[in-house]
T-cell receptor, first 110, second 112 residues
Framework: GIQVEQSPPDLILQEGANSTLRCNFSDSVNNLQWFHQNPWGQLINLFYIPSGTKQNGRLSATTVATERYSLLYISSSQTTDSGVYFCAVEPRTGANNLFFGTGTRLTVIP | GEEVAQTPKHLVRGEGQKAKLYCAPIKGHSYVFWYQQVLKNEFKFLISFQNENVFDETGMPKERFSAKCLPNSPCSLEIQATKLEDSAVYFC??????????FGPGTRLTVL
């Protein structure tokens, strides 16, 4: 099946710093989503972004489908940004379920 | 509703007992998906439905797991004879037409 790799696995930031999270995938995709899993376990939709660039407040994401990667940018990080960020993709061929990466654990310290 | 609802939040079962989890998708969404999250960072797809029909069940351990989505009822995931390794958080997700998937809050199953 499709492989989804996220980097870095762990990230510690001082409040106010910026960061970039990366997601590489091994095959063409119909769908790519970024999620934030907060410390209570909720999976929060951040972006549906199979290609192009989107922005939502302090967060933005870019997917370059032809090169099989996506980036999530977090600017002016806050302690509430802490948690695990997952990238998940739906391959172009075959099933319509999502394949998840192993996540990036972000800790923002005051 | 506007959110995917899952019940119960927590479920504790002794090994060998049955467990049943429920999911109400967002109103108007045709697709329902079940995922299992183990070891905090590992998601495994179990099964998907298009309306009440099974769309893809390639992830289901069929000997003990079953699922249904019947009209006018919450979808359900049932585990017969639970094992220790079934301990996980089970997420349900729904989508309108196979694009953005919206996830429920999950059910944490603990098998003792």
């Amino acid at each position: 099946g499709i492989q989804v790799e996220q980097s870095p696995p762990d990230l510690i930031l001082q409040e106010g710093a910026n960061s970039t999270l990366r997601c590489n995938f091994s095959d063409s995709v119909n769908n790519l989503q970024w999620f934030h899993q907060n410390p209570w376990g909720q999976l929060i939709n951040l972006f549906y972004i199979p290609s192009g660039t989107k922005q939502n407040g302090r967060l933005s994401a870019t997917t370059v489908a032809t090169e099989r990667y996506s980036l999530l940018y977090i600017s002016s990080s806050q302690t509430t940004d802490s948690g695990v960020y997952f990238c998940a993709v739906e391959p172009r061929t075959g099933a319509n379920n999502l394949f998840f990466g192993t996540g990036t654990r972000l800790t923002v310290i005051p | 509703g506007e959110e995917v609802a899952q019940t119960p939040k927590h479920l504790v079962r002794g090994e060998g007992q049955k467990a049943k989890l429920y999911c109400a998708p967002i109103k108007g969404h045709s697709y329902v998906f079940w995922y299992q999250q183990v070891l905090k960072n590992e998601f495994k797809f179990l099964i998907s439905f298009q309306n009440e029909n099974v769309f893809d069940e390639t992830g289901m351990p069929k000997e003990r797991f079953s699922a249904k989505c019947l009209p006018n009822s919450p979808c359900s995931l049932e585990i017969q004879a639970t094992k220790l390794e079934d301990s996980a958080v089970y997420f349900c997700a729904s989508s309108q037409s196979g694009d953005t998937q919206y996830f429920g809050p999950g059910t944490r199953l603990t098998v003792l």
